[in-house]
């Protein structure tokens, strides 16, 4: 059965990075797109970034280019999110999900998930 744990939120000050870690059961990993969302408080759940499951391309939304980064480690089956200066905008619920899609058109839609983390607290403070 797919199984996506994250791991990595916590608390840290306005400029601070956090690096998320999601663990992904092998049979996802090896074979699905692993994206990262996250929800902020009375805002709906949002695409941050995203990374086919060869690693070839990345994907990111405007918000988070050139602040975090995705990246994937195929002997651990671990995706991480990088996030660098951080802002208190960024602060929200971080869930990864697994995907069998890998186009741009279609990568950043909620609904092309169909596998999905519980989600892990990152909170920056002002």
């Known amino acids: 059965q797919a199984q996506l744990v994250e791991s990595g939120g916590g608390l840290v000050q306005a400029g601070g990075s956090l690096r998320l870690s999601c663990a992904a059961s092998?049979?996802?990993?090896?074979?699905?797109?692993i994206g990262w969302f996250r929800r902020a408080p009375g805002k709906e759940r949002e695409f941050v970034a995203a990374?086919?499951?060869?690693?070839?391309?990345?994907y990111y939304s405007d918000s988070v280019k050139g602040r975090f980064t995705i990246s994937k480690d195929n002997a651990e089956n671990m995706v991480y999110l990088q996030m660098d200066s951080l802002r208190p905008e960024d602060t929200a619920i971080y869930s990864c999900?697994?995907?069998?899609?890998?186009?741009?058109?279609?990568?950043?839609?909620?609904?092309?998930?169909?596998?999905w983390g519980q989600g892990t607290q990152a909170t920056v403070s002002s």
């Open positions: 092998g049979s996802i990993f090896r074979t699905h797109t």
């Open positions: 999900a697994a995907s069998t899609v890998f186009t741009a058109q279609v990568i950043g839609a909620m609904k092309s998930y169909s596998f």
């Open positions: 990374i086919t499951w060869r690693g070839a391309n990345t």
